[in-house]
Nanobody
Framework: QVQLVESGGGLVQAGGSLRLSCAAS????????MGWYRQAPGKQREWVAT???????SYADSMKGRFTISRDNAKNTVYLQMNSLKPEHTAVYYC???????????????WGQGTQVTVSS
């Protein structure tokens, strides 16, 4: 069994910052990429950012310069630092991890339950 538990969401005023965390736990053999998606009300889920196990990062164009993704491999945890937030950043943010639960198991994507981020104007 694998769990991804997110934390750090909440209500913040425009211009503020939030740091999301997502910790993977359970039967984990290895973790490859970790990252974040988000889903705003009435919209499809969209990719936010990814970090590989070697630390390489990539971002959706609209997130560059405002969001920073990082990870702690020892803790199987991924972070998303969000600065200068705007109301349009309001969404449920979901973390994911590509991981293997055993040496003979293939990599599978696991998801967190989502954390609400609300930015007030």
């Amino acid at each position: 069994q694998v769990q991804l538990v997110e934390s750090g969401g909440g209500l913040v005023q425009a211009g503020g910052s939030l740091r999301l965390s997502c910790a993977a736990s359970g039967t984990i053999f290895s973790v490859s990429s970790m990252g974040w998606y988000r889903q705003a009300p009435g919209k499809q889920r969209e990719w936010v950012a990814t970090v590989t196990n070697s630390g390489s990062t990539s971002y959706a164009d609209s997130m560059k310069g405002r969001f920073t993704i990082s990870r702690d491999n020892a803790k199987n945890t991924v972070y998303l630092q969000m600065n200068s937030l705007k109301p349009e950043h309001t969404a449920v943010y979901y973390c994911y991890a590509g991981l293997r639960t055993g040496v003979t198991e293939p990599t599978a994507i696991h998801w967190g339950q989502g954390t609400q981020v609300t930015v007030s104007s």
